[in-house]
C-alpha cells in the first residue's frame, strides 16, 4: 500500500491530554505553550494581561487561557476539560487540558480518552504524590500510547539534576509496573518557560528535546496493516434511482485496518461470510481504504446487513457474545448498582443490558481491587459483567481502543453513565523499568 496525502494528514494530527495535582503548574504550562508557540491571538492575550493587572500581578497569567469558567478564575483550579486547537509548522494539535482534583476525575477520563499521549506534571519540590500515580493509572487504563512526565518548577530547586533524576526514575519504574512503556521525561518551569519551547540556559546538563519539540516528532497512530480489519455499518443506502437500481452499500467509518476490494470479510453478528465487491470513497471507487477513513462498501453476495453490524476481516472476527466484562469508569451522579438495566452503545449499535456483577472496584490511587462492591459512585472505577439483549462483537481495549470500547446510559433519560473497556484494566505483563528521560542526563 502506498502512502498517499490523506494518510499523510492523518499523521500530522497529535490529540494529546495534560493531568496533575493541583498547583503543579498545569495551566501555566499549558498557557506557555501557547504562547510561545505563537498561537494566542493578541486580542486574547492583551484580556489575560487586563485581569492580570486587576489582581495587581505584574505578568500576565498565562493558566487564565486555558482556565475559561468564572469558578476557575476565581479558586485558580481546572474543573473542566479545556480543549484547544493549536498548530506549528511540523503538527496539528488538540490539546484537552484535564482537572487535577480527585472529584474530577471523570473529567480526565474524558480527556485522556482519545488521546496520543498524556502529559503528566509533577512539582518538583513536591515529586510524586498520590494524584501523580493516579493520573498515571488512568493513562495506563486507557491505554494511551506514550506518556511525557514533565517535571515543573525547576527553577524553584535551583535547577538541580538530582531533584529531576530521582523523580524520573521513580515515576518510570511506576509507570512501567502498570505496562506503560513509552515514557519521556522533560524537565521545566512553565512560569520562566524553560524547556517549554525553547531550550533552557540553566539546565545545560539535560540533552533531551522540549516539550514542544517532542510533541511534534513523537510517532503518531499506527501503521493500519499490522490491524484487525473493523468495519462498524453506519447506515445503509440504497438508492434504487434508474441509474443504480440495484446498488446496496454500508457506510461508515473504518475503525481499524485496511480493508481491499476481494478481501474475505465475516459480518457480525450474523457471521455470514462474503467478499468486499467495491469500495467508494468520496464519489468515486478505489481499491483500498484504511482507518479512519470515511467510506461506502459493497460486498459480493446479498447477505443481511444493517446498522450496528459489524464487517471484519474474515480470519479475525470474534465470536460474538452477550456477557461483556469490562473496566468501567462511571461518571455520573447516580450510582451504578448490581441489577441496573442500562442501554450499551458499542461503535454504532446500542443494545439494551443489565449489570450482573460488580467483580471489584479498583482504588485508582493505590491500584488496590476492593471486591464486594454493590455499586459503583462518580469518579469509581470498577470490573462489572453484563448480560446483553442482542450479541455484540467486541474486541478486548488493549486490541483495539475503539471497537473495544463502549458507553453505558441511562435509558430513562439518555445520559451517560459510564465509560467501559472490555477485558482487564492494565497490562499484566511488568518489565524491569530502563533509564528514566532521554539521553543527556542520565
Known amino acids: 500500500m502506498t ?9 500530522t494530527l497529535l490529540r494529546f491530554a495534560t493531568a496533575g495535582s493541583v498547583d503543579d503548574g498545569k495551566s501555566t504550562l499549558v498557557g506557555r505553550l501557547l504562547h510561545d508557540s505563537k498561537s494566542v491571538l493578541t486580542d486574547q492575550l492583551e484580556a ?49 487540558d484535564t482537572p487535577g482534583h480527585v472529584e474530577y476525575t471523570r473529567n480526565m477520563v474524558t480527556g485522556a480518552s482519545t488521546a496520543d499521549l498524556a502529559v503528566v506534571l509533577v512539582d518538583a519540590r513536591n515529586g510524586m504524590v498520590e494524584q501523580t500515580r493516579r493520573h498515571t493509572a488512568v493513562a495506563a487504563l486507557l491505554r494511551v500510547p506514550h506518556v ?31 505496562g506503560v512503556e513509552n515514557v519521556v521525561a522533560v524537565p521545566l518551569s512553565a512560569l520562566a518557560g524553560d524547556n517549554v519551547v525553547t531550550h533552557s540556559t540553566h539546565m545545560d546538563w539535560y ?21 484487525d480489519a473493523r468495519f462498524p455499518v453506519q447506515y445503509v443506502i440504497r438508492p434504487q434511482t434508474a441509474e443504480r437500481p440495484d446498488y446496496r452499500g454500508y457506510a461508515g467509518q473504518i475503525a481499524s485496518g485496511v480493508l481491499r476490494v476481494g478481501d474475505a470479510v465475516t459480518v457480525l453478528s450474523s457471521g455470514r461470510t462474503t467478499a468486499v465487491a467495491a469500495i467508494d470513497a468520496l464519489g468515486r471507487q478505489t481499491d483500498v481504504a484504511w482507518a479512519p477513513q470515511s467510506v461506502t462498501v459493497r460486498l459480493a453476495d446479498d447477505v443481511d446487513v444493517s446498522r450496528g453490524d459489524m464487517i471484519a476481516a474474515g480470519s479475525t472476527a470474534r465470536t460474538p457474545t452477550q456477557d461483556v466484562a469490562a473496566s468501567v469508569c462511571h461518571l455520573n451522579e447516580r450510582p451504578l448498582h448490581v441489577g441496573d438495566k442500562v442501554l450499551l452503545k458499542h461503535t454504532t449499535r446500542t443494545v439494551r443490558a443489565v449489570v450482573r456483577d460488580i467483580a471489584y472496584r479498583i482504588d485508582i490511587g493505590t491500584l488496590e481491587r476492593r471486591p464486594g462492591a454493590q455499586e459503583l459512585g462518580v469518579n469509581d472505577i470498577g470490573h462489572v459483567v453484563l448480560r446483553t439483549a442482542e450479541p455484540l462483537a467486541v474486541d478486548p481495549y488493549a486490541d483495539n481502543r475503539r471497537t473495544g470500547s463502549f458507553l453505558l446510559i441511562d435509558p430513562d433519560d439518555g445520559t451517560t453513565l459510564a465509560a467501559g473497556m472490555a477485558g482487564e484494566p492494565f497490562v499484566n505483563a511488568r518489565r524491569e523499568p530502563e533509564a528514566a528521560g532521554e539521553e543527556g542526563w542520565t
Not at 207 to 227: M, Y
Open 3 to 11: 502512502t498517499t496525502t490523506e494518510q499523510l494528514s492523518a499523521t
Open 207 to 227: 540533552g533531551g528535546r522540549t516539550l514542544l519539540e517532542h510533541l511534534e516528532t513523537v510517532p503518531v497512530g499506527s501503521d493500519p496493516r499490522a490491524e
Open 48 to 96: 489575560v494581561a487586563r485581569v492580570s493587572a486587576g489582581r495587581g500581578q505584574e505578568a500576565p497569567d498565562l493558566a487564565l487561557l486555558t482556565d475559561g469558567l468564572r469558578a476557575e478564575r476565581e479558586q485558580g483550579i481546572t474543573i473542566d476539560v479545556a480543549y484547544r486547537y493549536f498548530a506549528t509548522a511540523r503538527r496539528r494539535f488538540i490539546l484537552a
Open 148 to 178: 511525557v512526565l514533565a517535571v515543573n518548577k525547576m527553577d524553584l530547586v535551583g535547577y538541580e539534576e538530582g531533584v529531576f533524576a530521582r523523580i524520573a526514575e521513580e515515576f518510570t519504574a511506576y509507570a512501567a509496573s502498570l
